[in-house]
């Protein structure tokens, strides 16, 4: 699973830009398939039928897009301006290594501001001369994202910037690729655009109309100094979501979630999320409603250039999934 993850983070996919993600992933898929299509927002749809007589869509969802900056102006000295595509933490923003699609690095730094900085202060380096010379590298509107490193962390752990969301995409990969013959279809959907409100996940659930939908994605912390909230800890478990402030889980499609983790002999943690939202929202109000859950790996330090999840949990998901199908 590791090796899985590791190529799954390296592909650079800021959101609307996701294509270079649905290249590696479609590679790793496409034996264990049915059908496998592209949509036009760009979302990658894997589809493995099922073997029942009428079978039950169920349609699964791991985002591909990665939160990024976009640069909104060239400074004559060659600095670049940028705002946010999707939710930068001022926080966890500046100081940081950045890559574009095309290759080109650089630094984004805040210039310096009495009290805290805002958007509107960070500037990115990308070692030009001036501002012609930028733009032999860079156009506004080019998006560039933290640059991938991904290291272990202790004997479990590993770190790295994309992990929101690709460990769910390797979960979702490795589920399709151990899963075998199933009574239900599964909708495999790697979607494109959810740290700006779920636009993939949106349409996909639309044009494939599944029964049942679950949405792959982590979820906040509550283990590190002064974090108590949510109740959710490193190691304890895949986390099955009650709430959170997009979504509600179907009661019964949380419970059957659960007893599968419980029949699989994994640790299940409850999840209640103070804050933040899935492609579970745009899943649940599709149509005429479609019963929603979403399945959470607990990861630290979300939206940072450092998150940090457990391999331990993503072995309980990837047994609670295939439980949840296999019975
Ligand atoms: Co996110
Ligand atoms: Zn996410």
Redesign the pocket.
């Known amino acids: 699973m590791f090796d899985l993850l590791k190529k799954l983070l390296s592909p650079i996919g800021p959101s609307g830009l996701e294509t270079p993600v649905a290249d590696t992933i479609r590679e790793e898929i496409a034996a264990y398939v049915d059908t496998i299509e592209v949509d036009a927002l760009g979302n990658l749809i894997a589809t493995k039928l099922g073997k029942a007589e009428n079978p039950r869509k169920v349609m699964l969802s ?2 591909m ?1 990665h939160i990024g900056y976009i640069v909104t102006g060239i400074e004559k000295e060659g600095f670049l301006r940028v705002t946010n595509v999707g939710g930068i933490g001022i926080n966890n923003s500046y100081n940081r290594h950045v890559v574009f699609p095309n290759g080109v690095h650089g630094v984004v730094v805040a210039q310096p501001v009495t009290g805290q900085p805002a958007l509107k202060d960070l500037f990115v380096d990308i070692g030009a001369q001036d501002k012609d010379d930028a733009k032999c590298m860079v156009q506004l509107g080019d998006v560039c994202v933290y640059a991938n490193d991904c290291f272990r962390l202790g004997e479990h752990r590993v770190s790295a910037p994309a992990m ?2 690709r460990c ?1 995409c390797a979960l979702l990969v490795k589920l399709l690729q151990t899963v075998g013959e199933t009574q239900d279809t599964i909708i495999a959907v790697f979607s494109v655009q ?2 700006v409100g779920c636009r993939g996940a949106k349409v996909a659930s639309f044009a494939k109309a599944p029964d049942v939908g679950i949405a792959l ?2 979820t906040g912390w509550g283990d590190t100094p002064s974090v108590t909230q949510p109740e959710i800890k490193l190691g304890e478990g895949i986390a099955v979501k009650v709430m959170d402030r997009a979504s509600i889980s179907h009661p019964a499609l949380r419970e059957a979630l659960l007893a599968a983790g419980e029949k699989a002999g994994v640790k299940t943690q409850r999840e209640v999320l103070p804050y ?1 939202g ?2 579970a929202s745009a899943m649940q109000t599709s149509r005429g409603g479609i019963p929603v859950c979403t399945v959470s790996i607990p990861c630290r330090y ?1 939206h940072s250039a450092c998150e940090v999840i457990d391999m331990r949990d993503m072995d309980a998901g990837l047994h609670l999934l295939q439980t949840y199908f296999k019975g």
Request: glycine share 8%; net charge negative; hydrophobic share 30%.
């Open positions: 791991a985002h897009d929101d969301d769910a959810e740290e994605d982590v933040g899935t492609d979300v």
